[in-house]
């Protein structure tokens, strides 16, 4: 860290040229590198040009008072992160220096100042800084790390979830055994996917990343998705799941799949924290202008000290006595994250251990009349097999996806490179691509932009797989060619829907 500090370059700005010649020999034979400013102006043009690593930075100048300085740099984004050392020998009472920290100076010291004083606060607040910036990058490579990890978890679920479906298809009819456990990899396989999903989110919400999908949302709808998404631990803890929903449409202006998630979340959470055969209740409805989304169980509780602590991330608080505390504990984070995104507000109540706990959503209302939409049909109708080609350099990924879609009526072939992709893009002229991003010798992005250059192929429907399901990932996408955009491991529900048929 010493020679950290030795590197670090001082501006000084004082419009006395005795006082900034002292300070530089003080700072230089402490093995500083000094530069120097006489005015407020200047000292901003050479924080832009030089980028500082300390201000020293005089209250009284010529053209602006170094407090206003101090504002102008933490302001600009090109110099908030300077460190600011302010000094005055005229503003020396306690209110000028919460003065100057409240404006944005990191310390604030009255003169005279004592050579060693001026050392040692100097050196006290690169070490602060020099330590940020490490906590910075341990930060950044710890998200990095998380997406690449999420990515490469997805990569072998992919086979396994296709493999699931690839059986059920095969066989629909089996002993109630092999029934059992073909459930069960389907159930923790999904689980996994929920797992993966969520370390994904914590990074994007770290860094600020999500964004939602703007539309009108109608939530009986997220409802019956997030029902189905829990129906799994639901059954496997023999719950009584208790839903009320209003008879007319309740709309929120929001992001479908997230508030499916929201929803998911938090049903999953009752589930997972309610001894088996108790039960979850769900109720809908909208009181003034929102929309009131209330989840309760008679499970564990909680205890009143703990109520704000499980909206922490990695936040856990105690677990059914039948099984060991699962999950990462950062579900409920997460829901708060994206209900505030939504402008809606999570609380939880509990009467005390052992008495159950309520979750209530509250979201702005939208009034939408479904009527006025404007329902156009898809002309292209049909059954006919439809021509594919799966691309994916995970064999087991493709030839698994390409069986699925064999048994339901298509016509499949497959490739596992870029270049292969294309030459047999150039003979078969599928109708669908499944074209993985991340390929051994191209990616995804080149495939698909000279695959829309091949005869016949400027129509055909470009589905982009990837590990990485970020807004940004799926703008790489768009940008390139693609049509669809489907996070793996592929959801074969998902596939479906694309209506593969009559496209």
């Given amino acids: 860290m010493l020679s950290n ?108 100042i004592e050579p060693e004083e001026l050392v040692a606060n100097v050196k006290a607040l690169l070490r602060l800084a020099i330590v940020e910036r490490e906590l910075r990058d341990v930060d950044r490579r710890k998200d990095e790390f998380l997406a690449t990890l999420a990515h490469e978890l997805r990569n072998p679920l992919g086979p396994i979830r296709s493999s699931v479906e690839l059986l059920c298809k095969l066989e629909p009819s089996v002993p109630e055994a092999q029934d059992r456990a073909r459930k069960t990899i389907a159930r923790h396989t999904d689980h996994l996917v929920r797992l993966v999903d969520d370390l994904l989110d914590v990074a994007r919400i770290s860094q600020g990343k999500i964004t939602l999908h703007q539309e009108r949302v109608e939530l009986k709808s997220a409802v019956a998705n997030a029902r189905e998404s829990v129906a799994g631990i639901i059954e496997s803890r023999r719950h009584t799941l208790n839903v009320s929903l209003p008879e007319n449409d309740v709309w929120i202006k929001g992001d479908h799949v997230r508030m499916c998630q929201i929803i998911g979340n938090l049903l999953h959470n009752a589930a997972k924290f309610t001894p088996p055969g108790g039960v979850v209740g769900l109720d809908l409805k909208v009181e003034d202008d929102e929309a009131v989304l209330r989840i309760s169980d008679n499970g564990i509780g909680l205890e009143e000290a703990n109520i704000d602590f499980i909206f922490g991330l990695f936040a856990q608080d105690g677990h059914a006595r039948d099984r ?39 979201l702005p209302a939208y009034p939408y009349d479904r009527s006025n939409d404007e329902k156009a049909l898809d002309p292209r109708q049909g059954t006919a097999a439809t021509r594919i080609l799966v691309v994916d350099d995970n064999a ?79 703008e790489l996408a768009m940008d390139a060619g693609f049509d669809e955009h489907v996070v793996k491991p592929i959801d074969f529900a998902k596939v479906t829907s694309l209506n593969l048929h009559t496209r």
């Fill in 324 to 362: 060991v505390q699962d999950g990462l504990g950062i579900g409920l984070s997460l829901v708060r994250s994206l209900v505030a995104l939504h402008d809606g507000t999570v609380t939880a109540t509990s009467p005390g251990l052992g008495k159950g706990s309520v979750f209530e959503v509250r």
């Fill in 396 to 474: 087991d990924a493709a030839n698994t996806l390409a069986e699925l879609l064999g048994i339901d009526g298509h016509d499949v072939i497959t490739a596992y490179s870029g270049r292969e992709a294309l030459a047999r893009a150039a003979d078969f002229h599928p109708r669908f691509v499944f074209l993985d991003i991340g390929l051994p010798d191209m990616t995804g992005y080149e495939v698909a932009a000279q695959m829309r250059k091949l005869p016949g192929m400027d129509t055909a429907v470009l589905i982009a797989l990837t590990g990485y399901g970020q807004a940004r990932d799926r």
């Fill in 5 to 112: 500090l030795l590197n670090s370059v001082i501006l000084i700005v004082d419009d006395s040229d005795a006082a900034r010649y002292a300070r530089s020999r003080i700072l230089i034979r402490a093995g500083f590198k000094v530069i120097e400013a006489a005015t407020g102006n200047m000292a901003l043009t050479m924080a832009r040009e030089n980028r500082p690593d300390l201000v020293l930075l005089d209250t009284k100048l010529p053209d602006i008072n170094g407090m206003d300085v101090c504002r102008k740099l933490k302001s600009d984004l090109d110099t908030k992160a300077i460190l600011v050392l302010q000094t005055s020998a005229s503003y020396i009472g306690v209110a000028d220096k919460i003065r100057a920290l409240e404006g944005g100076a990191d310390n604030y010291l009255f003169e005279p």
